[in-house]
């Protein structure tokens, strides 16, 4: 079973539309980051959250870590075709010397 | 340039010989770890280690090998390798631990067992 459960796994959308991703765990984190991957690439951190219910925007990009710090959403707004990409959500839990742990991903493909 | 690499980029290999993957990073970075990726698992923790000569085993240990007497070097080791550790490798470091440090990924490794 997987301790970081994302929600979906792959989504299709057009230019301009609205999304969500979640990130899911019956498990407390200290802190909850975003990834994103591109083909051919490692992971690159987009945003990290640590306070519950705290809130982070980038650009189009809204982060959300639940006020239970166990769950967390990214929110896209507008999608655009450089948005393409793997998603990955990764907690950190008290206490395991840094180690983070990884939901399965979102691919995420948004088309002209 | 400063950063995180990897060699090989890609490797096929056959069942039963042993493997090296290498990364350096030019940070001077205390914490350094590997991951496998796999369709549907994401990101999994195979060793990590907190300082040169310090190492620990993550979630998927079983048939690796680390060593890390230098700071900026982190080889993965299979002993002997079988078909399902055919997967993207990953290396990443970071400054320290917890709260929420970012870790930096080098663009991976490709390895291929027949």
């Known amino acids: 079973t997987q301790l970081l459960e994302q929600s979906p796994q792959f989504l299709s959308i057009q230019e301009g539309e609205n999304l969500t991703v979640y990130c899911n765990s019956s498990s407390v984190f200290s802190s909850l980051q975003w990834y994103r991957q591109e083909p051919g690439e490692g992971p690159v951190l987009l945003v990290t959250v640590v306070t519950g219910g705290e809130v982070k925007k980038l650009k189009r990009l809204t982060f959300q870590f639940g006020d239970a710090r166990k769950d967390s959403s990214l929110h896209i707004t507008a999608a655009q075709t450089g948005d393409t990409g793997l998603y990955l959500c990764a907690g950190d839990r008290e206490n395991q010397g840094g180690k983070l742990i990884f939901g399965q991903g979102t691919e995420l493909s948004v088309k002209p | 340039d400063a950063g995180i690499t990897q060699s090989p980029r890609y490797k096929i290999t056959e069942t039963g010989r042993q493997v090296t993957l290498m990364c350096h990073q030019t940070?001077?970075?205390?914490?350094m770890f590997w991951y496998r990726q796999d369709l549907g698992h994401g990101l999994r923790l195979i060793y990590y280690s907190a300082a040169a000569d310090i190492t620990d085993k993550g979630e998927v240990p079983d048939g690796y090998v680390v060593s890390r007497s230098k700071t900026e070097n982190f080889p993965l080791t299979l002993e002997s390798a079988t078909r399902s550790q055919t997967s993207v490798y990953f290396c990443?470091?970071?400054?320290?631990?917890?709260?929420?440090?970012?870790?930096?990924f080098g663009p991976g490794t490709r390895l291929t067992v027949l």
């Open positions: 940070w001077s970075h205390s914490y």
């Open positions: 990443a470091s970071s400054r320290s631990s917890g709260g929420g440090n970012e870790q930096f």
